[in-house]
């Protein structure tokens, strides 16, 4: 039997060659399945921030903010007239109290 001497450099460089093909098609898998998967990702972005969702949230947002500062304007008008009320009801008591209220910021403010 005549045996031809088996070039192992031979051997290993096609197996290489293979193995490098098959990787270099997964890659191309990976490739496209990322590029697929970024622009999904960019086309819901895009929806979402063209869609209404966004600016309806705004809206409505602004429309919280506006009944807020009625009520903060209705609450502080209530304040204002009960002071005055007090003020009117009871003018010595306001004078002892704004006077008191002086003196304790006046000795608050020294302190620092």
């Known amino acids: ?8 450099n031979d051997a290993s460089i096609s197996f290489l060659r293979q193995e490098f093909d098959k990787f270099r098609a997964e890659i191309a ?3 496209g399945k ?3 998967n970024a622009h999904e990702a960019l086309d819901q972005i895009s929806a979402y921030l ?4 966004l600016s309806s949230r705004i809206a409505s947002l602004e429309e919280e903010l506006g009944h ?4 903060i304007k209705g609450t502080s008008k209530d304040a204002v ?22 003196v304790l910021a006046t000795q608050l ?4």
């Open 68 to 71: 807020l500062s009625c009520k």
């Open 34 to 36: 990322l590029s697929d």
């Open 81 to 102: 007239n009960k002071l005055e009320h007090q003020v009117e009801t009871r003018p010595l008591a306001s004078i002892a109290i704004a006077f008191g209220a002086g």
């Open 50 to 53: 063209n869609g209404g969702s």
């Open 109 to 112: 403010l020294r302190r620092k």
């Open 29 to 31: 898998g990976v490739k």
């Open 1 to 8: 039997m005549n045996e031809t001497p088996i070039d192992h």
